[in-house]
Nanobody, 124 residues
Framework: VQLQASGGGLVQAGDSLKLSCVASGGNFRGYNIGWFREAPGKEREFVATISRNGGGTTIADSVKGRFTISRHNAKNTVYLQMNSLKPEDTAVYYC??????????????????WGQGTLVTVSS
């Protein structure tokens, strides 16, 4: 499966952005989809993930209450709605697909397919 992330940009603190991850070339419904981010000088960090049918979601504590994840299987798309953005949310955001069990959802190691990333920059 190929993944294409989009929707990043330069915003001010407190603004919102909605990232999209569009999949092609595979059975989209067969994958859990996750979002990770990588800030300059930092390791890749788990942000959120959603199960194959959308019935299960997990949000990282660092963004809980501000970010939500959803999917539209008919459109082969997963969304990451980001509200109340902070400068510390500045990073390249990647979407990734996994066929691993749900319990492995936090680790990037269990995601086999990755999009190219989209840059989110939040100014103070």
């Amino acid at each position: 499966v190929q993944l294409q992330a989009s929707g990043g940009g330069l915003v001010q603190a407190g603004d919102s952005l909605k990232l999209s991850c569009v999949a092609s070339g595979g059975n989209f419904r067969g994958y859990n989809i996750g979002w990770f981010r990588e800030a300059p000088g930092k390791e890749r960090e788990f942000v959120a993930t959603i199960s194959r049918n959308g019935g299960g979601t997990t949000i990282a504590d660092s963004v809980k209450g501000r970010f939500t994840i959803s999917r539209h299987n008919a459109k082969n798309t997963v969304y990451l709605q980001m509200n109340s953005l902070k400068p510390e949310d500045t990073a390249v955001y990647y979407c990734a697909a996994s066929t691993a069990v749900w319990s492995a959802r936090y680790s990037s190691s269990f995601y086999s397919y990755w999009g190219q990333g989209t840059l989110v920059t939040v100014s103070s």
